[in-house]
């Protein structure tokens, strides 16, 4: 069982910055997981934003955020953050951290984590 509990969100305006932040507690060393970001807005799917691997070596993100948003992590301290630089409004979602049992899989699949944090509202004002 993992609980994850993110953190950071607000309202900004668009090229503003935002840092998440997610605290996970484990009976697992935190080390053990892949972590990843999802956000979902109002009337759409749940989608990849980005993933990093268990000691933060490699990450992913989606073309859609590339060259904006930074993920790091920190296994001394259980979290993991997303760094969101030059927001725009199209970025207006609530986002969630994830991870999954398996570390195999598609890190980019929303339906393959097992667990998820309750979520922070990011709202991007133009």
């Known amino acids: 069982q993992v609980q994850l509990v993110e953190s950071g969100g607000g309202l900004v305006q668009a090229g503003d910055s935002l840092r998440l932040s997610c605290a996970a507690s484990s009976g697992r060393p935190f080390s053990s997981y892949v972590m990843g970001w999802f956000r979902q807005a109002p009337g759409k799917e749940r989608e990849f934003v980005s993933a990093?691997?268990?000691?933060?070596?490699?990450?992913a993100y989606a073309d859609s955020v590339k060259g904006r948003f930074t993920t790091s992590r920190d296994n001394a301290g259980n979290t993991v953050d997303l760094q969101m630089d030059r927001l725009k409004p199209e970025d207006t979602a609530i986002y969630y951290c994830a991870t999954r049992c398996n570390s195999g899989g598609r890190y980019y699949v929303a339906s393959e984590h097992d667990y998820w944090g309750q979520g922070t509202r990011v709202t991007v004002s133009s």
């Open positions: 990093i691997d268990w000691i933060g070596r490699t990450t």
